[in-house]
């Protein structure tokens, strides 16, 4: 299995879970790793109580998290720059919200979908 596949399979899981009707927005956080010459970055997915176009700050108040909350990424997958990382890493995230399967939907459900690395800037992925 390739870490698309991996990427999805961990998206649908957390996306069947329940989720909180007090979510508005999606955000996936970036992580650097330590540790494992392999994987040099990580993702998570929260909700979010709020979305504000204008204070990124949104993304941190978090009141969800989905059970298996973080995914490791393998360098073949990240690269070993950060930039590349997001890069793969949006992309991923915007091919999943284009399908048509429920889960996908769901991430819709709220005013957006942003992605950045923790302390960073956040790049959207999606807003309604």
Same mark, same amino acid.
């Given at each position: 299995?390739?870490?698309?596949?991996?990427?999805?399979?961990?998206?649908?899981?957390?996306?069947?879970?329940?989720?909180?009707?007090?979510?508005?927005?999606?955000?996936?956080?970036?992580?650097?790793?330590?540790?494992?010459?392999?994987?040099?970055?990580?993702?998570?997915?929260?909700?979010?109580?709020?979305?504000?176009?204008?204070?990124?700050?949104?993304?941190?108040?978090?009141?969800?998290?989905?059970?298996?909350?973080?995914?490791?990424?393998?360098?073949?997958?990240?690269?070993?720059?950060?930039?590349?990382?997001?890069?793969?890493?949006?992309?991923?995230?915007?091919?999943?919200?284009?399908?048509?399967?429920?889960?996908? &939907?769901?991430?819709?459900?709220?005013?957006?979908?942003?992605?950045?690395?923790?302390?960073?800037?956040? &790049?959207?992925?999606?807003?309604?």
């Amino acid at each position: 299995m390739d870490f698309n596949e991996d990427f999805n399979n961990w998206l649908t899981a957390a996306l069947t879970e329940d989720i909180p009707d007090d979510v508005a927005a999606f955000h996936f956080n970036l992580y650097e790793s330590a540790g494992d010459d392999e994987i040099r970055f990580g993702i998570d997915l929260v909700g979010t109580g709020s979305f504000d176009l204008e204070d990124d700050d949104w993304a941190c108040e978090e009141v969800w998290t989905p059970e298996q909350r973080m995914l490791y990424i393998p360098l073949e997958a990240s690269g070993t720059e950060w930039e590349a990382c997001l890069s793969c890493m949006k992309s991923l995230v915007q091919n999943y919200l284009n399908t048509v399967q429920g889960p996908a &939907e769901k991430l819709k459900s709220g005013a957006a979908v942003g992605i950045g690395f923790v302390d960073g800037d956040i &790049e959207l992925a999606w807003q309604r």
